[in-house]
């Protein structure tokens, strides 16, 4: 048995990672990507203008959650802003620390640590290159008071893929909630092929072996108006 396939077979039996994969229909994604550098990214908000409330994210109670098959965890914010013209939210533009990641469900912190370690593997978020990801978003509807359908993009190592979902936001005096339902993405439209069934090159020792392609998230968001 060689070192590649003694590591992938260990991986499995000390991390349990993801369930073997589903495949699942995306209905809330468009399949349009674009190239987008994330790095040079020009927020449509404007602080200097006095057209528009604006409000940043209080970081610490913010976050992500991610769930994937049978493990789950959290990301944090970086930064992130959110404009208003009047009660209307016009922009948001927010910043994810990818080196937050974090596995909630898994109390063994060898199997633990293994998880998390792989998700920042060159193997799948590559966090050294890339430590992080973006939301952009370019249109908003309302469904009804207090909830939206949004349409933005994710933008992992440098692209973006254009997603819609819906979720609620509620200004309440100087705060403003913004919470999500369940958003649908797939590794694979940014190239995360790693022990995915849809790997059009897998490497040697990796047949046979398949982790879920699809990762659900919900966002819950405070931020504060900006005096």
Do not use: Q
């Amino acid at each position: 048995m060689n070192l590649k396939k003694l590591f992938i077979i260990s991986f499995f039996i000390i991390g349990l990672i993801w369930a073997c994969s589903e495949k699942k229909s995306s209905e809330n994604k468009i399949s349009k990507t674009k190239d987008t550098l994330a790095p040079y990214i020009t927020p449509k908000i404007n602080p200097k203008s006095n057209d528009f409330t604006l409000y940043t994210i209080d970081t610490a109670k913010s976050k992500i959650h991610w769930n994937s098959s049978h493990h789950f965890g959290d990301l944090k914010y970086k930064n992130g802003n959110l404009a208003f013209n009047n009660t209307k939210l016009t922009d948001a533009l927010f910043t994810i620390d990818m080196n937050s990641i974090t596995d909630t469900d898994i109390e063994y912190e060898l199997m633990n640590g293994t998880l998390v370690n792989v998700l920042k593997s060159v193997e799948f978020f590559n966090t050294e290159v890339y430590p992080e990801a973006y939301f952009e978003l370019n249109a908003i509807t309302e469904i009804s008071d207090h909830n939206y359908r949004f349409t933005g993009d994710f933008i992992v190592f440098n692209k973006g893929v254009s997603t819609n979902f819906e979720g609620t936001i509620l200004l309440k005096n100087d705060s403003l909630f913004f919470n999500t339902k369940s958003i649908i993405l797939d590794r694979t439209d940014w190239g995360i092929y790693y022990l995915s069934d849809k790997n059009p090159n897998p490497k040697e020792g990796e047949e046979g072996f398949y982790v879920s392609d699809t990762i659900f998230i919900d966002t819950h968001i405070i931020a504060y108006k900006k005096n």
